[in-house]
């Protein structure tokens, strides 16, 4: 989990429908199951559209379960519909108000919303229902990240490790504590452990460039940027990051390649950036 509404996807998409497939469901109608299940192979399988059908013809065939409701709340989140499913935790919680993964799904969707104090409210009233749930430690630890409360949020990432030590997005999520501090080194550490648990994992690729980028290791973070966009040719920021790199290389032509891609896909570039690029390429754009 990285801490940002992409997180969502690679983290809701991941982890969870395995959680939810490990979990009983309550005493309902086999068609209402059957739907359920099928909802969670479409979530497995990135078919978000697919799975809320699923999980409404779930809910209509007359057993409205909290695990339903739960399940469709997650697909709506990371739809971005976050009232919706704000609605479908809402309903879970009113079923059954001990069910801590719809209070850590409330709580992922009040973060997406940027309301971090709903967030970490929820969080915390799933970890006391749960407190082996290193998932939920490593959603609340986000949003302290996100507030700014880096030691909060250490704690709370270690917490997640401590309970699952091979919980790729919480060693990438303490990394970029770390660099945050000033830890470059350890953040570095991070990152490789995660991308060891995951090798495909394009943030902490891109993080650890960054931090390489640091250090002076251009040749590493060079790498580490292309491997990162590869994996996530969409990321508009990789590619900022990497013109960073090409300006140190004074290859100029390829920093504002990436410049201009970083901004057709929605990335501001920074200005100061953008005028040290002018003036060492001796170039307008």
């Known amino acids: ?128 229902l749960n407190p082996n749930s290193p998932q939920a430690y490593n959603n609340r630890g986000c949003a302290y990240y996100r507030q700014d409360d880096f030691m909060r949020a250490l704690g709370d990432f270690n917490k997640a490790l401590e309970l699952n030590p091979r919980f790729s997005g919480a060693f990438h999520n303490r990394g970029r504590v770390y660099f945050q501090k000033g830890d470059v080194d350890q953040a570095i550490s991070d990152y490789t452990e995660a991308l060891e648990i995951r090798p495909d994992y394009a943030e902490s690729h891109k993080k650890r460039g960054v931090a390489l980028t640091k250090k002076g290791d251009i040749p590493g973070a060079l790498a580490d940027l292309n491997v990162a966009i590869a994996l996530d040719p969409e990321d508009g920021y990789a590619y900022a990051d990497r013109a960073v790199i090409y300006l140190k290389k004074r290859a100029y032509d390829k920093s504002w390649d990436d410049v201009h891609k970083a901004e057709s896909l929605g990335c501001k570039v920074d200005e100061a950036f953008r005028k040290e690029l002018k003036s060492s390429s001796l170039r307008e754009e």
């Open 1 to 128: 989990m990285v801490c940002s509404r992409s997180m969502i996807k690679m983290v809701y998409a991941g982890i969870l429908v395995l959680s939810f497939l490990s979990s009983p469901v309550m005493s309902a109608s086999r068609s209402g199951e059957g739907a359920y299940r099928l909802g969670l192979v479409h979530m497995q399988n990135s078919r978000y559209d697919q799975a809320i059908a699923s999980f409404s013809k779930a809910i209509e065939a007359g057993a409205d379960q909290p695990d339903y409701r739960n399940a469709r709340g997650r697909a709506y989140t990371i739809q971005g519909d976050y009232e919706k499913a704000i609605a479908d935790f809402n309903k879970a919680i009113g079923i059954d108000k001990h069910y801590a993964e719809a209070y850590d799904g409330r709580g992922a969707a009040y973060a997406a919303k940027e309301d971090f104090d709903a967030a970490i409210g929820d969080y915390t009233k799933a970890i006391k």
